[in-house]
């Protein structure tokens, strides 16, 4: 129910957009979060949308560099990687849930859970590969 692609080799300082497709009737219910995975390291948060559009939450090693953005007529977020670097390699994940304050902005504070299991639906990833 959740297919990411866009991903591919790029050089250092290239771009690319990935995108995660989710297969839900009510896909404006739910939070997308984009996650990846290096060889040999842990599978880390790298950003989140939520289901109101009003939270975009970026990890710092990101910030200035990637943007995510969603569109609910196509079931669709995306993820737009600029200005990308060698550490940016992995595998990258899209995953999906219903529940709002998985990824949320209220009361003037950003909430966002990185825990795998929170997460109804997982996609198989995309490779991201940037050359030095």
């Known amino acids: 129910q959740v297919v990411e692609s866009g991903g591919g080799l790029v050089h250092t300082g290239g771009s690319l957009r990935l995108s995660c497709v989710v297969s839900?009737?009510?896909?404006?219910?739910?939070?997308i979060g984009w996650f990846r995975q290096a060889p040999g390291q842990e599978r880390e948060g790298v950003s989140c949308?939520?289901?109101?559009?009003?939270?975009?939450i970026l990890i710092d090693s990101v910030k200035g560099r990637f943007s995510i953005s969603r569109d609910n007529a196509k079931n669709t977020v995306y993820l737009q990687m600029n200005s990308l670097k060698p550490e940016d390699t992995a595998v990258y994940y899209c995953?999906?849930?219903?529940?709002?304050?998985?990824?949320?902005?209220?009361?003037?504070?950003?909430?966002?859970?990185?825990?795998?299991?929170?997460?109804?639906?997982w996609g198989q990833g995309t490779q991201v590969t940037v050359s030095s």
């Open positions: 949308i939520s289901s109101s559009d009003a939270a975009h």
């Open positions: 995953a999906a849930d219903i529940d709002a304050e998985i990824c949320a902005y209220y009361s003037g504070s950003y909430y966002w859970s990185v825990i795998k299991d929170d997460y109804d639906y």
């Open positions: 839900v009737s009510n896909f404006d219910y739910y939070a």
